[in-house]
C-alpha cells in the first residue's frame, strides 16, 4: 500500500524547477504551477525566477509580480529552518489562539511574518487549518499540533531547537 | 480473519495516530497473528482521536483515545484471545454500546469516510464503488441523469444552495464543443473541515460524482481546484486519481464507453475569495482570483471561455449515492425544500466536536445536545455561528430552529458549506465579529470599493469598541456601512461580509451597549476592557504570579498577599493563568 506521508515527497531542486520550465511553458494557466515550483525549489520566490518565468511564458513581469502578491502562499523573502503556522480559525479563535500565539511569541522573541536572528525559525499565521476538533493548533513544518496549552509551547520549541 | 481499521486523517494523525498505527504493526508481527491492518479516513468523531476500529466476520468494535501503551493489550485480549477490552470500547453491536454522538446521524457524503482505506481503489470498489457511473453510461441518457438529479432536490453545498440539477441542465444546453468540470475543494472558511475530511476518507466518491457530471454536461477535462493548506487531501486525491487512469477508469473511453474524461488538480494558492465560482477560475487560469460580473454565469461561459459545470467537493460526494439509491431515497430526507443530509463541522465549545451528517430539518438543539453533548466545561450556551465569515450567529434562544438553507437565510445566517462553532458565554460576541471583519478585510481582493475599503473601516470600528473607545453612534454607523457593502459589491464575499456584524448587533446589541457605553466586556474577553485583581484572602503569597509577570507589575513578599499595579499591567494574563490558588480575578 501506498505510504501517506507528506513528508515522504521528495524535496524539489532548482533543476527540477527549471525542467517544470521548459514542460509547462505552453500550457494554458501554468503561471500558478510554475510559482509553486519555484516556491519549492528555492523556499521562497527569489527575483531571478520571475524574470525566468516571464521570459519562458511570455508574461511581462508586473503581472507575475502581482499574481505573487494577490496570493497568501508565495513568499518574496526565505523562510527560516522551521516554519511555524499558528492557525487563527474561529474555532482556534475561540478556545485561545490568542494566548498560544503569545506563548509563542515570548518563546522565540519574534512577531508573526519574522524569522528568529538564527534563522530557526519563521512565524506565519494562517486562516485555518481545518482541525478545529483539536483547536488551539499550531502547525510546524508539516505536522500538526492539537489542544495546545502554554505549557505545551516551550517543550514543542525546545524539541525543534535540537533538529 | 480480523481486520484492524486506524483513523488516520489529519486530526487522527495530529493526535498521534501514526504511532498507534506503527505500534500495532510491531505487535502484530511479533505475535505472529494473522491479521489486517489498514488505515482509513475520518470516523468523525474527532474529540476521540486516536480511533481504532476492530472488526470480525459477526461485529465491530469501536475504540476511542487510543494511545500507543493501549495498544498490546488490545491485541492479546481481544485479537488473540477473543475478549473485547469493554471498557475502551465505546460502539459496539455485541456488547450493546452505541455511543450518543452515530444515533441522529443519516451519511451519506460520509458513507465510506472510516470504513475503507482511502488509498485503495478495490476497497471502493467493494463498496458500490463505480457501479453509478457505469449505470448512468450503460441505462440513462444525459437528460434521464439530469432529470435524476433535479428530483432529488439535491442543492449545492457550497453555501449558496442553487438546484445541482438546474445547474448541470443549462451546462448540458451550452452551445460549445468543449465543456469543463470543476470541483471546488478551496475551503476556506474558518471553521469549516468537511471537504477536507470527505477528501481525505473518500476520494473516489467525488471523482465517480464529477465523471457523472461530465456525462450528464458532455465534459471530457476536469479540474478539482484544492487549497494548498490540505496536503494530505491533495496527496490522497492524486492517488485515487492515478489508480483510475491505470483502471481505465479516467482517460480515453472510459469503462469502454465512447466517453473520455480526465481530471487534473489545481492546487490552490492560498486566497478565501477564490471559493467563489469567477475568481476560481480566473486563479485557474493563471490569474490573479478577482470575481467577474455574472451573467454570463460559467454554465455559460466559465474556464477559458467554456461552458463549466462547478460543484462543491460535498454535492459531487452525494450524486453516486443518488443514483444508485434512486432520487425518492434522497428527497424523502429532509424537509420541503431542503432534501438529504448536510454534514456539519461541529467545533468551539462542545464537548464532543468533529464531523457529523445529518438529515436536513434536524434542530440545532439536537446538534449540540444530542450529537455534541453540550457545552464544555459546564458552561452556559450562548449561540452558534453558521456559514463562517459570511454567515452570522443564531442565539441559543431560537436553537429549536430547524436546519434548512431557507429558515437559517431569515435569521441572517447561511447555511453555508457548514462550518457550526459553539460558543458560550467566554466568548465576547463584539470580538468575534471583529475576527471575521479582520478576516474578510484580508481577504478582500480590492476590486470593489466598498468591500475593499467598506470592510477596513467597520473593523476600525470594531477595533475601537472593543479597545474601549467606542462612540455614541458607532452602532448605527456599522449597520449603515453594511448594508452598503452588502448592496455595492459584486460577488459573495462583499455581499456576505458584513453578516457577522448585522447578526450580532440583532441578537447581542447589549453587548455592543456594554462595550460603547459602560466600558466594560460582559464576556470579559476583551484585554483592554479588564482589570486583573488579587483577591487578598485567597492569596497565600507563593509568588508564582509574580515570577511569570513579563513587566513586574507584581509585588509582594513571600508568604503574603501580593499585589498589582494597575498602570504597570499589560493584561497579558498569565498570572491568572498561572495562580493555583484561583486567587486572582478578572473583571
Known amino acids: 500500500m501506498t505510504e501517506l506521508k507528506k513528508s515522504d515527497f521528495e524535496k524539489k531542486t532548482i533543476v527540477d524547477f527549471k525542467r517544470d520550465l521548459i514542460n509547462k511553458r505552453k500550457q494554458h494557466g501554468s503561471l500558478i504551477p510554475l510559482l509553486q515550483s519555484a516556491q519549492d525549489s528555492y523556499g521562497y520566490i527569489p527575483e531571478k525566477a520571475i524574470y525566468y518565468i516571464s521570459e519562458l511564458v511570455g508574461i511581462p513581469s508586473a503581472e507575475i509580480y502581482g499574481v505573487i502578491t494577490f496570493y497568501s502562499q508565495f513568499r518574496l523573502k526565505p523562510l527560516g529552518k522551521h516554519v511555524i503556522r499558528i492557525c487563527e480559525g474561529t474555532a482556534c479563535h475561540v478556545n485561545g489562539a490568542k494566548t498560544i500565539l503569545r506563548a509563542l511569541q515570548n518563546e522565540l522573541g519574534i512577531s508573526i511574518e519574522e524569522t528568529t536572528d538564527d534563522g530557526f525559525f519563521t512565524l506565519l499565521s494562517v486562516a485555518c487549518l481545518g482541525c478545529c476538533s483539536i483547536s488551539p493548533v499550531i502547525m510546524i513544518d508539516e505536522k500538526v499540533y492539537g489542544k495546545l496549552t502554554t505549557n505545551m509551547i516551550k517543550k514543542i520549541i525546545k524539541e525543534h531547537k535540537k533538529t | 480473519m480480523k481486520e484492524i481499521k486506524v483513523g488516520l486523517a489529519t486530526c487522527g494523525i495530529a493526535a498521534g495516530g501514526m504511532l498507534v498505527y506503527d505500534e500495532l504493526k510491531k505487535e502484530i508481527k511479533n505475535n505472529n497473528i494473522e491479521v489486517e491492518l489498514k488505515k482509513t479516513g475520518c470516523m468523525g468523531m474527532c474529540y476521540r482521536e486516536v480511533l481504532v476500529e476492530v472488526k470480525d466476520d459477526s461485529d465491530s468494535y469501536l475504540y476511542a483515545n487510543v494511545t500507543p501503551d493501549k495498544v498490546k493489550r488490545i491485541i492479546t485480549e481481544h485479537i488473540i484471545n477473543n475478549k473485547p477490552v469493554k471498557e475502551w470500547i465505546i460502539k459496539s453491536k455485541s456488547i450493546n454500546k452505541e455511543d450518543a454522538f452515530f444515533k441522529k446521524q443519516k451519511q451519506i457524503v460520509l458513507r465510506n469516510c472510516g470504513i475503507i482505506d482511502p488509498s485503495s481503489v478495490d476497497d471502493y470498489i467493494l463498496n458500490n464503488g463505480y457501479k453509478a457511473i457505469q449505470k448512468c453510461l450503460n441505462e440513462y ?105 491505470e483502471r481505465g477508469f479516467l482517460g480515453k473511453n472510459i469503462f469502454n464507453s465512447n466517453m473520455d474524461f480526465k481530471i487534473r488538480i489545481k492546487e490552490g494558492a492560498g486566497a478565501f475569495v477564490c471559493g467563489e465560482e469567477t475568481a476560481l477560475i480566473s486563479s485557474i487560469e493563471g490569474k490573479r482570483g478577482v470575481p467577474r460580473i455574472r451573467p454570463p454565469f460559467p454554465a455559460n461561459k466559465g474556464l477559458w471561455g467554456k461552458p463549466t459545470n462547478i460543484n462543491n467537493v460535498e454535492t459531487y460526494a452525494n450524486i453516486a449515492w443518488i443514483i444508485m439509491n434512486g432520487p425518492e431515497a434522497f428527497s424523502s430526507m429532509g424537509t420541503e425544500k431542503s432534501k438529504g443530509t448536510k454534514v456539519f463541522a461541529l467545533a468551539g465549545k462542545i464537548v464532543r466536536s468533529g464531523l457529523t451528517e445529518v438529515p436536513m430539518g434536524i434542530t440545532i438543539n439536537e446538534i449540540i445536545y444530542d450529537i455534541g453533548g453540550g457545552i464544555k466545561d459546564g458552561k452556559k450556551f450562548k449561540a452558534v455561528q453558521m456559514g463562517g465569515p459570511s454567515g452570522g450567529c443564531i442565539p441559543a434562544s431560537m436553537s429549536d430552529l430547524k436546519i434548512d438553507y431557507d429558515e437559517i437565510t431569515k435569521t441572517g445566517a447561511i447555511m453555508g458549506s457548514g462550518g457550526l462553532i459553539v460558543l458560550d458565554e467566554t466568548t465576547c460576541m463584539v470580538d468575534l465579529a471583529k475576527f471575521f471583519l479582520n478576516f474578510t478585510q484580508n481577504e478582500s481582493c480590492g476590486k470593489c470599493t466598498f468591500c475593499r475599503i467598506g470592510t477596513k473601516r467597520m473593523l476600525e470600528i470594531l477595533e475601537r469598541i472593543t479597545a474601549g473607545a467606542g462612540k455614541e453612534g458607532d452602532i448605527q454607523l456599522l449597520e449603515e456601512l453594511s448594508y452598503k457593502i452588502k448592496n455595492s459589491s459584486l460577488c459573495g464575499l462583499g455581499q456576505t461580509a458584513p453578516n457577522p456584524v448585522l447578526t450580532t448587533i440583532k441578537y447581542f446589541r447589549d453587548e455592543y451597549e456594554a462595550h460603547i457605553k459602560e466600558k466594560r466586556c460582559p464576556a470579559h474577553s476583551c484585554v483592554s476592557l479588564l482589570t486583573y485583581t488579587i483577591i487578598e484572602d485567597k492569596c497565600i503569597g507563593c509568588t508564582l504570579c509574580a515570577q511569570k509577570c513579563p513587566v513586574n507589575a507584581i509585588s509582594g513578599k513571600t508568604k503574603e498577599p501580593h499585589k498589582i499595579k494597575q498602570d504597570a499591567c499589560i493584561k497579558c494574563g498569565l498570572c491568572y493563568d498561572s495562580c493555583k490558588f484561583d486567587a486572582i480575578e478578572k473583571i
Open chain 2, 141 to 245: 441518457s444525459k437528460m434521464e441523469v439530469i432529470d435524476i438529479i433535479i428530483k432529488s432536490g439535491l442543492r449545492g453545498r457550497g453555501g449558496g444552495g442553487f438546484p445541482t440539477g438546474l445547474k448541470w441542465k443549462f451546462a448540458n444546453q451550452a452551445a460549445g464543443d468543449k465543456k469543463y468540470i470543476i470541483c471546488n475543494a478551496d475551503e476556506g472558511d474558518p471553521g469549516a473541515f468537511m471537504d477536507r475530511s470527505t477528501i481525505e476518507g473518500d476520494p473516489h466518491s467525488i471523482i465517480e460524482g464529477m465523471m457523472i457530471a461530465g456525462y450528464a454536461i458532455q465534459a471530457d477535462e476536469a479540474y478539482i481546484y484544492v487549497r494548498a493548506e490540505y496536503p494530505l487531501a491533495i496527496e490522497r486525491l492524486s492517488i485515487a486519481i492515478k489508480q483510475c487512469e
